[in-house]
């Protein structure tokens, strides 16, 4: 097995594991509100989760930025928090065809909250490269590989909603609000148990 593809996987493999549940409950909370339809406005916001996080986990992997790894968890947490909470406050766009104003600001969320993540995926990656000599290649393949799972996440996350929705009859806003305050919960519970607190 190639370098690349140990780290291609390794990526996936992170992101998608349920020992680190606090990416996926974002992705989750990130596209809450979404249904299959709108897959490609879904797109374009995980690109500017993407974008963020791919900025910090280099900038951090490269050992240009330092931030203390609590820290990041907590803040990591937090960041699944203010989404949930956004949810709840979102206003589903108007389908008539008129011309209106793109609203930015969730993807602007996006983007800055995953500056935020990026520095938690850079905590395991640099864990993992202490014996390679270049982290160039390892680090671009471990970000395809977070890419991959985030794709997954999402198609599987939009497949589901759909399901529900279509099969029990639920409006796709109840379930928004339930998934947000399901998550939400959780995240409490995670936020409770910090290690920034003990």
Request: proline share 2%.
């Given at each position: 097995?190639?370098?690349?593809?140990?780290?291609?996987?390794?990526?996936?493999?992170?992101?998608?594991?349920?020992?680190?549940?606090?990416?996926?409950?974002?992705?989750?909370?990130?596209?809450?509100?979404?249904?299959?339809?709108?897959?490609?406005?879904?797109?374009?916001?995980?690109?500017?989760?993407?974008?963020?996080?791919?900025?910090?986990?280099?900038?951090?992997?490269?050992?240009?930025?330092?931030?203390?790894?609590?820290?990041?968890?907590?803040?990591?947490?937090?960041t699944i928090f203010v989404t949930c909470i956004f949810n709840?406050?979102?206003?589903?766009?108007?389908?008539?065809?008129?011309?209106?104003?793109?609203?930015?600001?969730?993807?602007?969320?996006?983007?800055?909250?995953?500056?935020?993540?990026?520095?938690?995926?850079?905590?395991?990656?640099?864990?993992?490269?202490?014996?390679?000599?270049?982290?160039?290649?390892?680090?671009?393949?471990?970000?395809?590989?977070?890419?991959?799972?985030?794709?997954?996440?999402?198609?599987?996350?939009?497949?589901?909603s759909a399901l529900i929705v279509r099969i029990f009859k639920?409006?796709h806003h109840d379930l928004k609000l339930a998934l947000s305050?399901?998550?939400?919960?959780?995240?409490?519970?995670?936020?409770?148990?910090?290690?920034?607190?003990?």
């Amino acid at each position: 097995m190639s370098e690349l593809t140990t780290y291609l996987q390794l990526g996936f493999k992170h992101i998608t594991d349920l020992k680190g549940v606090d990416h996926i409950l974002f992705i989750l909370a990130l596209c809450a509100i979404y249904n299959m339809s709108e897959w490609r406005k879904v797109g374009l916001l995980v690109t500017a989760f993407t974008i963020g996080h791919s900025l910090t986990l280099a900038l951090a992997t490269f050992k240009i930025v330092r931030v203390n790894n609590n820290l990041v968890e907590f803040l990591i947490l937090v960041t699944i928090f203010v989404t949930c909470i956004f949810n709840f406050f979102y206003k589903i766009p108007s389908r008539k065809p008129l011309k209106q104003k793109t609203d930015y600001s969730r993807y602007y969320m996006a983007l800055f909250f995953g500056l935020i993540h990026g520095l938690g995926f850079s905590n395991y990656l640099r864990s993992l490269l202490s014996k390679e000599e270049s982290i160039v290649k390892p680090l671009f393949a471990f970000n395809i590989g977070l890419e991959g799972g985030q794709i997954v996440i999402v198609g599987v996350s939009l497949l589901v909603s759909a399901l529900i929705v279509r099969i029990f009859k639920v409006s796709h806003h109840d379930l928004k609000l339930a998934l947000s305050g399901f998550i939400a919960g959780i995240t409490l519970f995670l936020l409770k148990d910090s290690a920034i607190f003990s």
